[in-house]
T-cell receptor
Framework: EAQVTQNPRYLITVTGKKLTVTCSQNMNHEYMSWYRQDPGLGLRQIYYSMNVEVTDKGDVPEGYKVSRKEKRNFPLILESPSPNQTSLYFC?????????????FGNGTRLTVT | GENVEQHPSTLSVQEGDSAVIKCTYSDSASNYFPWYKQELGKGPQLIIDIRSNVGEKKDQRIAVTLNKTAKHFSLHITETQPEDSAVYFCAASAGGTSYGKLTFGQGTILTVHP
């Protein structure tokens, strides 16, 4: 089944403790992206990747890192999480990155930073 | 960069009524306008999209209209059913140097009462 898989689904952590949220897609998509969803703010793009070893900042990249060493994986790294990074995170992928290919989303990771 | 405004933030209708959600965008270079539906506990899913060379597109009970001059686009759902209850997001993709970026609206919570 074609899908985007994120892990974990729920994560509670403390300020400053490094964490990684994994994302994997099995559709051989070139483009992958991370979004955060906050009430009243919609989905805001954190980072995106047009292909392996090619990443770029979205609208809210501060406090996050990403890497794209393989086509299928696009982990999101929070080196020193803070409470304002408490949010619902979505990974997404699409065939191409030119904004006109449908995005396939994972089921989300709800992160709480205390 | 692109800015997408979505209204209303919440919409409540009776089963069988129509629902309309409106979005405006700022970048006249935007050329791709998808709509996503997010059900509880899941990631958003594409339901319909429209490109800038088309004024209207229909898929069964769902239609999208685009007015490039006014820079707004709308989602129309006819004969609403309880299973249409969800959060709906519009988005716009800007061309040029913003390739790879899809900017989302703030979301509309649609509730269809039986």
């Amino acid at each position: 089944e074609a899908q985007v898989t994120q892990n974990p689904r729920y994560l509670i952590t403390v300020t400053g403790k490094k964490l990684t949220v994994t994302c994997s897609q099995n559709m051989n998509h070139e483009y992958m992206s991370w979004y955060r969803q906050d009430p009243g703010l919609g989905l805001r793009q954190i980072y995106y990747s047009m292909n392996v070893e090619v990443t770029d900042k979205g609208d809210v990249p501060e406090g996050y890192k990403v890497s794209r060493k393989e086509k299928r994986n696009f982990p999101l790294i929070l080196e020193s999480p803070s409470p304002n990074q408490t949010s619902l995170y979505f990974c997404a992928s699409s065939l191409s990155g030119f904004g006109n290919s449908p995005l396939h989303f994972g089921n989300g990771t709800r992160l709480t930073v205390t | 960069g692109e800015n997408v405004e979505q209204h209303p933030s919440t919409l409540s209708v009776q089963e069988g009524d129509s629902a309309v959600i409106k979005c405006t965008y700022s970048d006249s270079a935007s050329n791709y306008f998808p709509w996503y539906k997010q059900e509880l506990g899941k990631g958003p899913q594409l339901i319909i999209d429209i490109r800038s060379n088309v004024g209207e597109k229909k898929d069964q009970r769902i239609a999208v209209t685009l007015n490039k001059t006014a820079k707004h686009f709308s989602l129309h759902i006819t004969e609403t059913q309880p299973e249409d209850s969800a959060v709906y997001f519009c988005a716009a993709s800007a061309g040029g140097t913003s390739y790879g970026k899809l900017t989302f609206g703030q979301g509309t919570i649609l509730t269809v009462h039986p």
